[in-house]
């Protein structure tokens, strides 16, 4: 099969952005990356929309045709379409837009995410976060994404016996990552009492565990044309784009606190890019909760990780640098785009554009995407060739 | 590239459902077509799954984990993505599936279109259906989707000629189908006073030239594994598949009571396919309102449409047969399952097993799925071999 590269990206800042609509927010990053690959609109042949709840939201849906609209090339019939996952929208529209170049049907693809999410108060948006749980299973009974990730946690303590202080790491170090990127929702250095001792969302979880609500918008151009990526200043590869799904029920599932997607999912998207994890330089992870982003890297790395993470060694200038971007967590969760903003992340350290969070000499970054707790798993791996 | 076909096609009734849940009617409809294609579940690579607003219907969003979940394929790690572009949904998931399979990916995939409406009151559907539009420039200043249709067909009246009379015959014939089709919604046969003398939707449009709000689910199974094809009874190929978008809003368009979008989407579907109109011997299209049918009929076979509509050639046993399952109008428009269902048409005409409806002779059938007013188009061309 033909090989598939991002040859552009952008994005908004991500955070409380209340003089901003959806639709600009679209618009904003879809432009920047045009002119990042140094293309315009005509050079598109679809455009896949990543965007989890703009029905409930802003009242929105055919998200996709809005973003096509506002970016200026309805004129052009562009086929736009909206993929959601729940949060792993993002990564869940990269992959379908990936496999759509990879068929050969489109040469040159446009992928865009976004969420509005601070248009309503933080009680609904919650509740519209619950919309990813199972319905009538969950939510219905008043449990919510932090009430389950939780007992998640709770869970884990009692299987492995991780502590309270080693999950809280990982705010830590996305505030400390976020704190050197401009587009950060955060950009305050916290401290683990800071995690520890403020307000409960649901015990043990405090709301330094969880992803803020945010409005942003990141896109990225990707091409299987030669010229245009002959063209482009940074044309990087996309290796491998892969997703698996789990019980959307945390009560069906044999084990709580494991996350078979993501164990599945990472794994066929090392093999299908022909890598090692050791090969992989940067970890771009799901971390909506602390205790997620745990979970998740020792699905990547084993067991070794609750003792990384305790060590220090997931800063972007130590061993395994993970959310250097400030993850989820400090650079923001605007649902529909945190997962395309993971790759633009990957865009700007491949290139070496990364600023003062910049990790040396990184070749391989994967970027795992997630929709509620483990439910859809999307992971790419994205590198120098 | 290599060749794709539908090997398996199931659905449930369309209807007012009220004993059965948006996940109950999923996995009915899904495992007919993995029954169907003589196939298990852990034959299938990929889930896609169509879904216009499950978020403001019944509080589902990540709807394709909730039907992998409830179609019993979890415990598989099957990837499950929602796609949607309004009521096109069912339409792009078949497109995103089928270039999917074509890429190499995946060998075998589902495809899943499923919609709940009726459990919210039909007031509060149509402000749902209304999250198609555009919600600044069109649902924000009280336009609904039937109120523009009926601006469409005053247009349409005043630009060609055409008579409230011709476009009321779509609701007729999709009566006189969907009479002969035991998965519909209505199964009445309506004449034309019926229409003209019913009440006003939005004037000139009465409830008879609108598609009904309907509960229901279609799956199909595709593939392009040698061996499950050469297994299956029927295999259909997927001659060709492709969308178009135009501008959300109306009044960006040159002209409100065309659709460029459908022009372009049935144009470039006839070409992949390599056939020319004429050989087309069954369309089904989105006749969500009966103007609409009529002007994607125009664009499809030009003015002379106008002319066929009057003269009766759009019946089953007639040149040019339309909407042989009843169309939405009579067989029902949930919205995520319709273009799913279209294709279960598609697929019941070509292996003869369209009882009292049968088309005689039918080798290729068009598809037509459609967002909005003409916002989003997908077309596909089904046929035996």
């Not at 043990?204 to 990141?218: N, Q, Y």
């Not at 999912?265 to 771009?284: I, N, P, Q, R, Y």
């Not at 971390?287 to 020792?298: H, K």
């Amino acid at each position: 099969m033909r090989d598939v590269y991002i040859i552009g990206a952008g994005t908004t800042k991500f955070g409380e952005l209340w003089d901003s609509s959806l639709r600009e927010l679209a618009s904003e990053a879809g432009l920047k990356a045009l002119m990042d690959a140094g293309i315009y609109a005509e050079d598109i042949d679809a455009l896949y929309g990543a965007n989890t709840s703009g029905g409930q939201f802003v009242d929105q849906e055919q998200v996709a045709a809005l973003i096509a609209d506002y970016s200026g090339i309805s004129e052009l019939n562009i086929p736009s379409i909206r993929i959601e996952a729940g949060s792993a929208s993002g990564g869940a529209a990269l992959l379908q837009a990936f496999l759509a170049v990879k068929s050969g049907h489109y040469e040159t693809v446009a992928v865009g995410g976004v969420e509005k999410m601070t248009d309503v108060p933080s009680e609904v948006a919650n509740e519209i976060i619950g919309g990813s749980l199972d319905a009538e299973w969950e939510t219905f009974f008043g449990a919510t994404e932090a009430s389950l990730a939780a007992m998640v946690a709770k869970r884990h303590e009692y299987d492995t016996g991780v502590k309270r202080e080693d999950y809280a790491q990982f705010p830590v170090i996305a505030h400390k990552h976020g704190s050197m990127n401009e587009t950060s929702h955060f950009r305050n250095v916290i401290k683990i009492e800071d995690v520890l001792k403020a307000p409960f969302v649901s015990e043990p979880l405090t709301v330094f565990d969880t992803a803020p609500i945010s409005d942003g918008a990141s896109a990225l151009i990707i091409s299987a044309d030669k010229k245009k990526i002959k063209n482009a200043e940074h044309p990087l590869r996309i290796k491998s784009s892969t997703a698996a799904n789990d019980f959307l029920s945390l009560h069906d599932r044999k084990s709580i606190d494991r996350f078979g997607a993501v164990r599945k999912s990472t794994k066929s998207a090392l093999e299908l890019a022909g890598l090692e994890v050791g090969k992989v330089d940067v970890f771009e992870i799901h971390d909506s909760y602390s205790i997620a982003g745990l979970i998740q890297m020792e699905e990547i790395l084993g067991k070794e990780a609750i003792r990384m993470t305790r060590d220090g060694e997931f800063y972007y200038n130590s061993s395994h640098p993970v959310n250097v971007s400030g993850g989820l967590k400090a650079h923001g969760n605007p649902l529909g785009a945190s997962g395309v903003y993971q790759a633009v992340e990957a865009v700007l350290q491949l290139r070496g554009n990364a600023g003062t969070r910049q990790v040396k000499n990184a070749e391989n970054i994967m970027i795992h995407n997630m929709g509620g707790l483990g439910t859809t798993s999307v992971t790419s791996i994205i590198g120098v060739d």
